[in-house]
């Protein structure tokens, strides 16, 4: 056989083992992060929500009270209780870097000693991966809505390896001007195909419609996280006075209709928690 041949199957053979343990490597991203979600609720309910959220909390993750704030500070400053939160990852989707993602699934919350839930919603979760390769959380929210039943399974969501990059300029700048619609507000031509919002009072939908939430703020704190590859992100902002919204957005790829922007695959919002009225 000759060199040239030899060297065109070694090169196929490297090729279809790339393609083979890439492929594998996107599968085990997903499956692990979905993973250390149930191994965070498991958390809870074997020690304490407030033990769970410490162990499965970044160092520099985000609660928000009511504006993003650090989220070990916050738990720590909490006692251990004997209520029980519970919760589901019901749907999920990860970066095809395998280093971003998100999950939300239903919860609900049981006094101690009570028979029965007294507040029942559904949680979103931004995970993102550690140097060591473990997931952390660094962002959590959730709504009050209508008791749902935990799922067995998780519904994964958008698209692996989504194309090449796109030619025409994709990045911070354009996401972060595609963040400054104001809370609440959607349209049809914001949004990806499967699109999911989440509200409180109901159970996340696919509907592209939504009015501006009302702000009384003077503040603003905002974020965003972007994956490695580009693909993924998620932004978020709040203050007092001001509505909380958490988005995740998608990248087009170069298949896409050129000068196509940022996507919205995710939005959550709710309303501001109402300023304290003046001592008389």
């Known amino acids: 056989m000759g060199s040239a041949a030899v060297h065109r199957k070694t090169a196929l053979a490297l090729l279809l083992l790339w393609a083979a343990t890439s492929g594998a490597a996107r599968a085990t991203d997903f499956d692990d992060m979905v993973a250390a979600e149930r191994a965070f609720a498991a958390d809870a309910a074997a020690r304490s929500t407030r033990d769970a959220f410490l162990a499965a909390l970044a160092d520099d993750s985000l609660v928000f009270q009511p504006g993003p704030t650090s989220g070990q ?21 990860v970066a095809a870097s395998g280093d971003l993602g998100y999950t939300v699934g239903p919860w609900r919350f049981t006094p101690e000693a009570a028979k ?8 979103f979760t931004i995970w993102r991966k550690q140097a060591d390769g473990h997931w952390k959380v660094l962002l959590d929210h959730g709504i ?11 519904q994964r969501r958008g698209g692996v390896g989504m194309g090449r990059p796109p030619s025409w300029p994709v990045g911070i700048p354009e996401l972060r001007l ?9 349209t049809s031509r914001m ?8 509200r409180a009072g109901q159970a996340p939908d696919g509907r592209a419609e939504g009015a501006v939430l009302p702000s009384s703020a003077t503040r ?11 693909d993924l992100a998620a932004t978020w902002g709040g203050g007092v006075g ?13 298949e896409d209709a050129p000068g196509l922007g940022w996507q919205l695959a995710v939005d959550f919002a709710v309303d501001a928690v109402p300023l304290a009225e003046p001592a008389p």
């Open 116 to 123: 029965a839930p007294a507040a029942t919603g559904w949680f």
């Open 178 to 186: 595609a963040d400054q619609a104001p809370p609440g507000l959607l």
């Open 242 to 254: 001001s509505p909380v919204w958490i988005r995740i957005w998608r990248r087009p790829s170069a």
């Open 191 to 198: 949004v990806a195909g499967d699109f999911l919002r989440l």
């Open 144 to 154: 009050v809505a209508p008791a749902t039943e935990f799922p067995a399974t998780v």
């Open 220 to 230: 603003l704190d905002t974020g965003l996280v972007l994956s490695s590859g580009g």
């Open 73 to 93: 500070r916050t738990w720590a400053a909490r006692t251990a209780a004997k209520d029980r939160l519970e919760w589901a990852p019901a749907m999920a989707e």
